[in-house]
Every structure is written in C-alpha cells, then in structure tokens.
C-alpha cells in the first residue's frame, strides 16, 4: 500500500504481529552510538516501528523521539517516559534544527526516499552529531533447523518487496551525507522457544504476501520439519543475525 505522499506500507497490516515477534538489539550497540555522539540530550528513531530501537536508545538518551509513517505501528509501539512516539514521516521531520545528537534507523533505511532522508539528517543533526544504520539479512538458526529454514526463506523470497535486495547488499553503495565512522562487530542474538520462533516467521510482510498470493501458509507448511528438527517446542534455542551498521558523522563545524 501507499498513501498520497509516497509511503510504501509494507507493515500496517501486519502490525500487532510485528510488536509482538521482532527480536531486540544489542544493548552494546546502543552504549557505541551513545559513546560516538557528542552528547546524549537527543536521539531520533525514524522508522522506530512498534520501538524496539527506541527502547534500547532510550536506556542511553535522556530523550527519544521516535517516529514511523504507519499509524498502526505507533499505535503498537511502547517505550518508557523518555520516548515519544510521532506518525511522520523521516524524510519530514518535525525536529528542531541542530538539535539532534544522533540519528538511527533500525533495519528500515531502505523503506526511506535516501536524498529527502539525508537532507533531514544534515538539518537536524547538530555539529559532530552521528547517522547510524543498521540491519540484518536471514536468521542463523541451530544446524538441524537449518533445512527447513532455507525451505521457508526460499518459499517467501519472491514475495519480498524490491527492497529487500538493499538489505541483502547490507546497504552497499549507498551515497552517504557525511565521512564514515569504524563500526564493531555486533550481532544480534535472542533464546527462543519454536512458538517464537514461528511468530517471527509469520511476521514477515513476505509471509503475509504469499499467503495471500497462495492462498497457504508458508510457515504452516514449514511447522512439522522445524518441529522435528527441534525437539520439546518449549525449550529455548539461540537464534541470531550478524548486524551490518554503517555509521557517519556530521562534520564539527
């Protein structure tokens, strides 16, 4: 779906499953960003989703203002008392100018019209403010999961929008605004039971699309195999996904 301005909603529909199944970050990798911005007055989320983000941003900034196009994946978002959540758009922020001392998009850069986006981020990032963004490609599941897994992945591949194929290239080739930051390793990594695990797998935009293309569930097809591969569904396994973060300053003056 889109609206009249341009917004591309891949997620609305699929919003509470959305809140309830993505994993969170790394508290290290909000510490890193709290540490390279020139301060920790402000942080701003745009694309935040239901806040997942801006939760762990929010452990580190006095402030978030955390904002996403769908007005359903606000109505789903949570955050404590230091977060406020706005429907905008990130390419029409509302901010002040210079106030910002870090900007960070969570796994949503390429939803964002880059030259409109950018240009929000030189206005509201002040002096050495920091762009971090970030994301990840297919879950890393337990070795006797990963059959059924790839099954699954390539069964909703070409149900992916076009988009995808930018996280796939972790975002390579982007014109960034500002010089580049060294970034560390960091990955994402979560215990999960398999009810979980299957909500996350029903959660994807990709899975809603090609069970409305199929008329089947490709997670339900999927369920059995994962079952067997993993044992008591209620025991937790670790899942995880290398993060790829790109990370510029604005110059100081």
Sequence with gaps: MADPGGFADHFSAVAADYAGARPEYPDALFAWIAAAAPATALAWEPGCGS??????????FRRVHASDPSAAQIAQACGPGNVAFAVERGERCSLDTASVD????????????????FAQCARVLRPGGVLVAWGYQDIVVPAPLAAANAALQAAIRPYWPAERALVDAAYAGFDWPFPALTVPAFELRAQWTLPRLLGYFASYSASRRCRDATGQDPVAAQAPALTAAWGDPEQAREVRWPLFVHARRKAAS
């Design 102 to 117: 870090a900007v960070c998009v969570a796994q949503a850069l390429h939803w964002f019209e880059r030259e409109a986006f």
């Design 51 to 60: 806040g997942q983000a801006s939760r762990g941003l929010a452990r580190h």
